[in-house]
């Protein structure tokens, strides 16, 4: 059997089901019906974009060619040019047509908005008005896609993924790429952006058994701004759903990030400019978590919420998987893979974006690069790095497992023989320096040998130390290995959650359960303030910080109602108000407490001392 073959085997044997979320519009397609469709530009620095190749004479073997020119120039791919007002209008009469009979229509649901808190809201409010300023896709943009993915899918239908089989330090990593022509997020299922084409990714991690069979560990799914351990789940774990040997993604709506079960996520999506405020707000919260002691109930299996960012932006990620399926056993079943073992030449001659550049400087409206290449030109770790990719680069694999724990455990031995060894003969050592130290007792003309040898003897008992230090944990870590070691032989195994530090866990039922209400409340609450603000302005200026005061307490009210956390906003409100009585009182009357606390500290200290005589 070829090696293709083989590769091509493993690829099917372990594809994934993918179910979407109903109105998803686009589905995975091959890249060269899409790059036939489109042309091919170039943008320098400062200048109009060039079109290189036009419409309907671009090719992957043109797009494989050679692109050069200088430092700063983008290279991108067009596929569709916005409609005009007619057009559209006709395209929204037909689609409002159809609507009245499909199943296929997207409801959002509990509003996004009312799931967080005013900080949020207002970051949301300021992204929004950017996109008046930015380059960015326009909505129409979307329908263009959606019919030219349409008369694609009329002349062809296609379902494809391109696959890769990798073999590294005993593993075999099966990658699955799935090209989007479009990422309607933002104007299908009001997310955070639009752009032409859209690459996701799902590793399938195999090990092989004893009789010589494969079989998956592990599963990785791309999602947004996850990475390392939290992208992974272990074959065995109950999150991880399946139909045989075959993982089952739900595909966020528009976004086509991948989850590992239904629901709705709140997504925070991070702005790049603030990243330094989201790092810094990050460090003052893990301050304020260590002088609180609240890490002492964390351990390795305990998972890490993400921690709150004013300067991140909410969206909801709809991945409901009531929409269609695609994979083995669904009504429509996967193409027959198209491999990237040896990467084609489109894959790695060009370099430059799969879709529309945009100019945006968030960079979240501007086309995807490819497979193997981020925007800016450099190596995807996914491709050159699939282990460290998922934070699987420290996990052996399972039939592994064993052998490098008895491996471990014999360089610890070994370690621990020589720190004994090394141990005896400082001690000894130090025993030789203490009788000449004894012996120079009284002896006033040795007084600079003496000194000398009390910085020698107290340099050797700090190495003495740290190598029974070091003694003692290595012991510590072999009793843990042949623990460890014991479990495994007995066919058991830790957490299959140990290493997730930030799950990402869909809304429940309780949570979606917020009012029309609530919803509209928080769809208008950060606009009604900016509009309170400037009628202060122009009708009470003079009452502006009192208005300002009552407009936000009114709205801190109302907001915590609709949550029903009255209560608790009461009780914060007493303790602040506590605090900041007490604050007041200690700057008031400073120094009579300071006297009061000196007579009672030392009439402590005399009774404790006398107390001491008597006894």
């Not at 530009?41 to 992957?60: F, T, V």
């Not at 990402?504 to 949570?511: D, L």
């Not at 009192?546 to 009461?570: C, D, N, P, Y």
């Amino acid at each position: 059997m070829k090696k293709s073959d083989s590769d091509k085997g493993l690829l099917r044997r372990f594809e994934p089901i993918i179910r979407y979320t109903r109105g998803e519009q686009f589905f995975p397609l091959n890249v060269e019906s899409y790059v036939n469709a489109s042309s091919l530009w170039m943008q320098p620095p400062g200048k109009r974009p060039i079109c290189l190749i036009p419409e309907g004479e671009l090719s992957l073997d043109k797009l494989s060619e050679p692109l050069t020119n200088g430092f700063g120039t983008v290279y991108f791919l067009k596929f569709i040019e916005p409609l005009n007002i007619p057009e559209l209008a006709a395209y929204a009469w037909q689609e409002g047509l159809k609507r009245k009979d499909s199943n296929n229509i997207f409801h959002a649901g509990a509003g996004r908005l009312a799931r967080v808190g005013y900080s949020s809201r207002i970051i949301d409010a300021i992204f929004t008005l950017t996109l008046l300023a930015r380059g960015r896709v326009p909505g129409d943009t979307a329908v263009a896609a959606y019919r030219q993915y349409r008369r694609i899918m009329g002349k062809e239908p296609s379902y494809s993924y391109y696959g890769r089989v990798i073999r590294q330090n005993g593993w075999i990593a099966l990658q699955y790429w799935f090209f989007y022509p479009f990422n309607n997020w933002r104007t299908g299922f009001f997310g955070a952006n639009d752009h032409e084409a859209d690459w996701e990714m799902v590793y399938v991690y195999l090990s092989q058994k004893n009789d010589g069979d494969l079989q998956p560990d592990w599963v990785a799914y791309a999602s947004h701004d996850f990475s390392g351990d939290d992208l992974r789940r272990r074959w065995d774990d109950p999150e991880l759903e399946k139909v045989g040997d075959h993982p089952v993604v739900y595909c966020g709506a528009g976004s086509h990030a991948s989850y590992f079960s239904p629901g709705e996520y709140l997504t925070e999506i991070e702005v790049p400019f603030l990243q330094p405020l989201v790092r810094i707000n990050e460090r003052i919260q893990l301050f304020w978590r260590n002088l609180l002691r609240h890490n002492d109930a964390i351990t390795n299996s305990t998972p890490i919420k993400p921690a709150f960012s004013f300067f991140r932006i909410p969206f909801v990620d709809y991945a409901r998987g009531d929409g269609i399926s695609i994979g083995p056993g669904c009504d429509i079943e996967w193409d027959d893979p198209q491999l990237l073992t040896p990467p084609p030449k489109w894959a790695i001659q060009y370099r430059g974006l799969w879709g529309l550049y945009v100019k945006d400087p968030l960079a979240g409206e501007n086309a995807p690069a490819g497979p193997v290449y981020n925007r800016d030109g450099t190596v995807r770790r996914s491709w050159y790095d699939p282990l460290g990719w998922s934070g699987l680069d420290k996990v052996p694999p399972s039939n592994e497992t064993i052998q490098v724990v008895q491996a471990r455990r014999k360089e610890l031995e070994a370690s621990r023989a020589r720190l004994a060894k090394d141990i005896n003969l400082k001690h000894g050592e130090l025993n030789r320096l203490g009788v000449e130290l004894a012996a120079m007792q009284g002896q006033a003309h040795l007084a600079k040998a003496n000194r000398s040898l009390n910085e020698e003897i107290d340099n050797l008992s700090d190495q003495v130390k740290n190598l029974r230090a070091e003694y003692a944990t290595e012991g510590t870590m072999l009793e843990a290995l042949d623990q460890y070691e014991q479990k495994l032989l007995s066919g058991e195994r830790e957490s299959a959650r140990a290493h997730i530090r930030r799950a990402h866990h869909p809304a429940t039922e309780v949570g979606l359960r917020i009012s029309r209400i609530a919803e509209n409340w928080a769809a208008i609450s950060v606009g009604l303030v900016m509009l309170t603000f400037v009628g202060i302005i122009f009708f009470a200026r003079q009452y502006l910080f009192t208005g300002m005061i009552a407009m936000v307490s009114l709205l801190v009210i109302i907001e915590a109602g609709f949550k029903r956390q009255l209560f608790r906003l009461v009780r914060n409100l007493t303790i602040l108000l506590a605090i900041s009585a007490s604050i007041i009182l200690v700057i008031e009357f400073f120094w009579a407490i300071l006297v009061l606390l000196i007579i009672a500290s030392g009439s402590y200290i005399i009774f404790e001392n006398i107390k001491e005589l008597r006894s």
